[in-house]
């Protein structure tokens, strides 16, 4: 049985910082690109961030680039999302999710496992 299961979320204050973590089990992690959604209320889940099998290719919503990171560590079964300089307008629910193929995948459909997700909340 698959499962991710995310972790890190929280309340913090406009300019501070989050570490995300997505532990997955069940599947062999190394073959399975893994994004960050987010979903804010009345809104549809959006990409934030990917990254591809290995960890070589990497994707950045336009809103996050330069603020958020991505990265994985295939020992662990983990993915991480640094988030730093964290906006009100980050406020969502941040869902891991996987994808059995090599490359980056963009869209909510084009995955295949999905964890809970986790609240984000920033104040200004």
């Known amino acids: 049985q698959v499962q991710l299961v995310e972790s890190g979320g929280g309340l913090v204050q406009a300019g501070g910082s989050l570490r995300l973590s997505c532990a997955a089990s069940g599947l062999t992690f190394s073959s399975y690109a893994m994004g960050w959604f987010r979903q804010a209320p009345g809104k549809e889940r959006e990409i934030v961030v990917g990254i591809n099998r290995s960890g070589g290719s990497k994707y950045y919503a336009g809103s996050v680039k330069g603020r958020f990171t991505i990265s994985r560590d295939n020992a662990k079964n983990t993915v991480y999302l640094q988030m730093n300089s964290l906006k009100p307008e980050d406020t969502a629910v941040y869902y891991c999710?996987?994808?059995?193929?090599?490359?980056?995948?963009?869209?909510?459909?084009?995955?295949?496992?999905w964890g809970q997700g986790t609240q984000v909340t920033v104040s200004s």
């Open positions: 999710a996987a994808r059995l193929h090599y490359g980056l995948g963009y869209a909510p459909h084009e995955y295949d496992y």
